[in-house]
């Protein structure tokens, strides 16, 4: 049973990690980099441009021994709100996790201002999350500047 | 016969396109930037820190139903030269390209020169490649630094 679905995924189940599922092909990239999965040891495998029913494209990352703590876990609520994660434990989901959007975010979103200070001077960003009209959208704490959650540019780690 | 190979794989096997296999983990996100593979809009497999013998840890890529021109792939041989580029039709390998390094870098890659022009006007990067000791360098057509090309930092595209 299970190796007959085993074949049709395009990345094969893991023992034990974390799944992220359901990420829209197009924020794939910002999640790889708010996760700081460049730099993780773990095993790692990813797909995008995946058939998805309810997105049209979809993107997936399987982290093999891997668990997130809330606060990393919720950021991706910034540009990927509908992922659904999966907590997988000998090959069982042990776990779904349910993001909440964090009331602020610091230190790895840009602000879209090019005046910002932040986009000048070495001060940490920092912005608090509110909603507009169904949008989520970023408020500069320093410019005041409203910000895309969808279309934020995430900061490249140092 | 082919099915069992398919179970144990991480990524699993593409009916047409390109595979980049025995890629050193630690320069996947390089070679992911080098291709553009961000923008891309096929599907695309990634799998990272797999055991290798070779490498001790490598990563793969497979994008579906994409084929490279010499002068894209070759951009590669910088920071991954002993990368395996199969060509994929029907499930079966029917090429296997030769990375070959690049006489001239233009316009990717960052020269570690603090001072370069490079990093202050919008002055495209362009660099000589040249073996010393067994290394790739590539050298500053502005400024004459040597970086090391392992260690090169990929721009981004704007």
Redesign the interface.
């Known amino acids: 049973m299970m190796?007959t679905t085993?074949?049709k995924?395009?990345?094969?189940a893991i023992e034990n990690g974390t799944v992220l599922d359901h990420i829209p092909a197009n924020q794939?990239?910002k999640v790889i980099n708010i996760l700081n999965l460049?730099d993780?040891?773990?095993?790692?495998?990813?797909?995008?441009?995946?058939e998805s029913k309810l997105l049209g494209k979809k993107a997936i990352i399987k982290i093999a021994d891997r668990y997130f703590a809330d606060e990393e876990i919720n950021k991706i609520a910034l540009v990927a709100p509908l992922t659904k994660i999966n907590v997988i434990k000998n090959f069982e989901v042990v776990e779904k996790r349910v993001l909440s959007v964090p009331s602020e975010i610091i230190g790895f979103a840009k602000c879209s201002n090019p005046k910002c200070i932040t986009n000048h001077q070495p001060v940490q960003t920092r912005f608090a999350t509110v909603e507009d009209d169904g949008h989520l959208k970023l408020h500069c704490h320093f410019c005041e500047k409203m910000t895309d959650a969808e279309k934020v540019i995430i900061l490249?780690k140092n």
């Open positions: 190796e085993v074949k995924l395009k990345v094969s794939l990239f460049t993780c040891k773990n095993q790692v495998t990813f797909g995008t441009n995946l490249a």
